[in-house]
């Protein structure tokens, strides 16, 4: 599988199970469809931008610091509507892009 | 008390062919290959050691030597130099290669990828050989050199024939355990599907995974036309395997599959699951 379509898919997996755990906040489990869309979603862009990263850049560090970088930056757009759930944004959100950008560089095509 | 094979090299030395007039000087044997024996000899103009090879038996038979001439590739000792003997015998000086004989390199752990990368490498110089119109009939892992630093030589191409000769010879020449069948027989058919079914017979004793051994399996079919129609489509179901994917010689069950899935994504398996572990544990906390 391309390193490309393997991020992606890995972007998105984790951005759906992402999603999900909002239905333990009982505050928000009425917008759990969104939630769970959004979240996949950006997990999908993720996987896209640093799966094309690790085509061009051949690099294990570099490769994971840009994934937890690009999964952050998105975590902070999703914060930026959503103020006070840091913890709960940021966390999970940077994770995800430092899984992704990890997998991406040691898959082997 | 001095051991057959020492005595044999005693008594081959004593009757060491006279080099007088030719550049080299020999030093010791290095083996018996097919058609000859192989002296380490010393090239005294380019003060270097060379692997000797004195054709024995058919003086006029220049057919190694012509072959290796012609097949320059990495994978394939090279011939440096070719002459006569004041005794009238043939000679050529090859690369000396240094490091194991497979067999012997087998025998050391080495785990089943690297044998495997080994085994491709075998493939890749046969291929060549084969593209060259060449078979050499003769595969066995006592044929093959691990050099010191992981370079892998096919040697001994003392019987290999031009296809078009080989198809019309029914002269059994070879290595039982490693010989196909219609070689066995003397057919008059035996092309490059001989080699692949050596290759086989190799491959079965390089890992006992189920694949692997699927492979060699149908590379040893008793049946050219149901072995793998190419050395080419024998590595690639290696490559397949080795790089986790389904082998076209091995049908799959759902176990077999989920297992190699697991294999081949090993790490991200696991640090989904870390993940899903850790947000498990965020929650847990924010519960609490």
Known sequence: MKKVMFATLLGGFLGVFDGLTALFTPEVRDQIVGIVIGSTVKGLVTGVIVGFFATKVHSLVLGTLFGLAVGAFFAYLILLGNPGHTLNIMLPGSLVGLIVGYTAQTHQT | ?288
């Open chain 2, 1 to 288: 008390m001095i051991s057959e094979p020492a005595l044999d090299r005693l008594s081959a030395m004593f009757r060491a062919p006279d080099v007088a007039g030719t550049r080299y000087e020999l030093v010791s044997i290095l083996g018996r290959g097919g058609m000859g024996i192989v002296y380490l000899a010393r090239d005294t103009v380019l003060d270097r050691e060379v692997a000797l090879k004195i054709v024995e038996g058919s003086a006029g038979d220049t057919n190694e030597a012509r072959i290796l001439a012609r097949l320059e590739h990495p994978g394939i000792v090279p011939v440096h130099d070719f002459g006569q003997l004041p005794d009238g015998r043939l000679f050529y000086a090859m690369k000396r290669v240094r490091g194991d004989r497979l067999d012997r390199w087998m025998a050391a752990p080495h785990d089943l990828p690297e044998r495997l990368g080994v085994f491709l490498r075998v493939c890749d110089a046969v291929a060549f050989a084969h593209a060259h119109g060449v078979i050499h009939r003769d595969l066995k892992p006592e044929n093959v050199m691990v050099g010191e630093f992981g370079e892998v030589l096919v040697l001994d191409w003392g019987v290999a024939r031009q296809m078009q000769i080989a198809e019309c010879k029914l002269q059994i020449v070879g290595t039982a355990e490693f010989m196909a069948p219609e070689q066995a027989r003397g057919d008059a058919t035996v092309d490059h599907r001989a080699d692949v079914y050596a290759l086989g017979a190799m491959l079965e004793s390089f890992g006992e995974v189920i694949p692997v051994l699927a492979i060699a399996r149908k590379a040893r079919s008793a049946d050219p036309g149901a072995r793998y129609q190419s050395v080419q489509a024998l590595a690639a179901d290696v490559s397949r395997y080795l790089a986790g994917r389904a082998v076209e010689a091995h049908r799959e069950t759902v176990v077999d599959r989920l297992a190699r899935f697991e294999r081949r994504y090993r790490l991200p398996i696991l640090l989904v699951l870390t993940y899903l572990a850790v947000r498990a544990l965020m929650l847990w906390f924010v519960r609490v």
